[in-house]
């Protein structure tokens, strides 16, 4: 039986709008390419989410990653909590959920300069019952870890958790842990799927 809803953040609750955000700093095509592969696209990102590097090191790293864009790489650095935008249906769903007695619950790959950047856009975050973000623990998922963490602190068994999350890859990892997961692709292929899993709001 489902007693508690864990939701992933970025492209679930709230829009992670990289590119939009690009486009808005007038980068020309080939800049714009060097400054993504520098960054959001490259393997140093992961360990942005894990932030157990300073953020002088992945600073450092995302600009030796795109030589001769470092003014472009600054601006994106300086203003990166812009690519967040909060869903206009978050707040309404958490809160319908829990007053159906459900538990709620965050588990997110997020860097820790990206929250304190967007922190107004995550206002939801107060009224969860529980999250785990990667910063925190310095663990990403799908890595069993950061799963085990949110069990851990909120005392929750995974048998009666629903994960949604957008990325395959994560969906998996926590069905070898044993939750229920829908791979989120909207908020109404979500609740469709919610309710097949008999969770009623």
Partial sequence: MIKNVVFDVGKVLVDFNWQGFFES???TPEVYEKVADATVRSK???EFDRSKMSDEEILQGFLEGAPGCEAQVMRFWNNIGNCIKCYDYTSS???SLQ????GVYLLSNYPRRIYSQSIE???FVENVDGAVFSFEVQATKPEPEIFEALFEKYGLNATECVFLDDNRGNIIAANHLGMATIHFHTKSQAEEELHSLGVVY
């Fill in 99 to 102: 007053e159906k007695g459900y």
């Fill in 44 to 46: 140093l990102w992961n």
């Fill in 25 to 27: 700093l007038n980068f």
């Fill in 121 to 123: 856009e995550l206002s």
């Fill in 93 to 95: 769903w958490i809160q």
